[in-house]
């Protein structure tokens, strides 16, 4: 190369060397950004597919926000009725966890929203006669008429 003096050099050669510096400075900001967009996907893909060991309820909670942890654990209590029992392992000192795949399953069957029976308690169906018979709506029988 030549040996010229800054002072003599067109406006030119100051401003291509002015890009080259910009383009290796891009060049660099690129290069990280690519390592971030790898590092993002291996996250991604971490969340999407399922985990292979069983999940406990705050763990399953946190890869799947839509469900609370109150709303696992009211599926888990229900889980003989709503059909979620095949995805739930239980562990030591009865420690329940949860099989993803399984789980995520059973989402997409719809199951989540499967009725769950609820038990009448002793004494309703009694106290909803005695309700009736103090608003009039219903006569006493003879034996407990006043007399």
């Known amino acids: 190369m030549k040996n010229v003096e800054l002072s003599k050099t067109p406006d030119t050669t100051l401003s291509a060397l002015g890009l080259v510096i910009e383009l290796e400075e891009l060049a660099a900001t690129v290069a990280d950004l690519g ?14 597919t399922p985990a292979v060991v069983p999940l406990t309820v705050k763990e399953l909670s946190n890869r799947h926000p ?6 696992l654990r009211w599926l888990l209590f229900h889980r003989q009725t709503n059909g979620l029992a095949h995805a739930v392992i239980q562990g030591r000192g009865g420690r329940l966890k949860i099989d ?3 789980f995520l399953e059973w989402v997409a069957e719809g199951r989540e929203a499967a009725p ?19 608003s009039g709506h219903e006569p006493r029988s003879r034996s407990t008429r006043r007399r």
Not at 35 to 48: G, N, P, Y
Request: no cysteine.
């Open 66 to 71: 839509t469900y609370s942890e109150g709303s």
């Open 116 to 134: 769950v029976p609820v038990p009448v308690r002793r004494g309703e169906q009694g106290r909803q006669q005695v309700s009736r018979r103090r």
């Open 100 to 102: 993803e795949k399984a």
């Open 35 to 48: 390592e971030r967009v790898v590092e993002l996907e291996k996250r991604l893909a971490s969340l999407i």
